[in-house]
């Protein structure tokens, strides 16, 4: 038998960046990764693009739902990804 690990919950993210992209990504801890963009070193897209706050996260319960749910929201339009952020701070 195996045992049960207690599963780590995972992120998705969403960045508004200095330049008004959006910038959408997975982490187990939000704070450590918006850190690690503001310093330069989470990607280069966000280091192009100087992150200035989180503007929306999503708490999944494993890694694979939290890419398959960034995946999804990547795909989406940016009018859509505006609107799911104003719902979340609604």
């Not at 939000?30 to 192009?48: I, L, P, Q, S, W």
């Amino acid at each position: 038998m195996r045992k049960k690990t207690k599963s780590v919950p995972y992120f998705v993210y969403i960045l508004a960046c200095a330049d008004g992209s959006l910038y959408t990504g997975v982490t187990t801890d939000v704070k450590r990764r918006f850190a690690e963009h503001k310093e330069g070193t989470g990607g280069r897209f966000t280091r192009a693009r100087k992150v200035r706050r989180i503007v929306y996260t999503e708490r999944r319960p494993d890694r694979s739902s939290a890419q398959k749910r960034e995946a999804e929201i990547k795909s989406w339009p940016r009018a859509k990804k505006l609107a799911l952020i104003a719902y979340s701070n609604a």
